[in-house]
């Protein structure tokens, strides 16, 4: 299994890191977990593309992680020639996220169809709206849900993935909780969404100011990995980005609470399980 971190990035516009989603390749079977600004092409660069995805895994309906899913969806739809149908699933509220992007795409959906003989319906969609506890299959990949806690937004929930022996989690945007614990047990690797709670907190802005009572420090990540077990930790979205200069004090803090292998994870970096 390798995670590919396929945006890096926040609802800050960064040059240099797409916006937040996470590439699982399991053999054949490549599974997208959201879907920020830039994915395709961060998709492009980790040798997968929309035709090759098993499914479409969404966290949150925050606009930062489904920005791009209409470009997935559309991408998916010419390239497979109208052939594909892309499986997407989510929280409660994915449907009518997805039957909405749908609709703004009407325009381009029968500009394509008029030019191109092979197009001759719209983009086929399949949506699962899950519940925390579900579990499914994709291929030989099993999957399971669980809640995260990132009020307001509501509902929240993270992924644990299961193949030939390795495991991975990929919680989205969330503080500690039941359900992060519960997906990150024993896993090989731990995907978290992070902030610097200390520049933060240094900073004035107030809008910042917000976002630190419903996101992972890097000390409570580092705190939840140690809890359960987890062999690697894999810090993404990362509020407010590091330079590369500056990672081995991000390290170093997470380092103080967890034994482990750290990650700083930059666009496309894998690791393999």
């Not at 797409?18 to 997208?32: Q, Y």
């Not at 939840?224 to 690697?232: D, E, I, L, P």
């Amino acid at each position: 299994m390798d995670i590919v971190l396929t945006g890096t990035g926040s609802p800050i516009p960064d040059a240099n890191r797409a916006g937040p989603s996470t590439l699982i390749k399991a053999g054949d079977t490549h599974i997208l977990v959201d879907a920020g600004r830039g994915v395709v092409m961060r998709m492009a660069g980790a040798g997968s593309m929309p035709f090759f995805l098993a499914a479409v895994l969404i966290t949150h309906l925050h606009s930062d992680h489904v920005t791009d899913l209409n470009d997935v969806i559309t991408t998916n739809w010419v390239m497979t020639q109208g052939n594909g149908n892309l499986a997407i699933y989510g929280p409660p509220g994915i449907a009518q996220f997805v039957e909405r992007q749908m609709h703004s795409l009407e325009p381009d959906i029968g500009y394509r169809i008029a030019h191109h003989a092979v197009l001759t319906e719209g983009p086929k969609v399949t949506v699962t709206e899950l519940a925390p506890g579900d579990a499914f299959s994709l291929n030989d990949v099993s999957v399971t849900t669980a809640a995260t806690v990132h009020a307001p937004v509501h509902p929240t929930i993270g992924y644990r993935f299961e193949h030939e022996g390795a495991t991975a989690a990929v919680v989205g945007d969330t503080i500690p909780c039941a359900g992060v614990d519960e997906l990150t047990t024993d896993v090989g690797a731990y995907v978290q969404t992070v902030i610097r709670r200390d520049m933060v907190e240094a900073n004035p802005n107030p809008m910042l100011q917000d976002i630190l009572d419903y996101h992972s420090g890097v000390v409570e990540a580092a705190q939840t990995a140690a809890r359960n077990g987890v062999k690697r930790l894999v810090l993404t979205h990362l509020v407010p980005a590091p330079t590369p200069d500056q990672y081995p004090e991000w390290i170093a803090r997470a380092a103080e609470h967890f034994d482990g292998e750290i990650v700083i994870g930059d666009d496309l970096t894998t690791i393999t399980l």
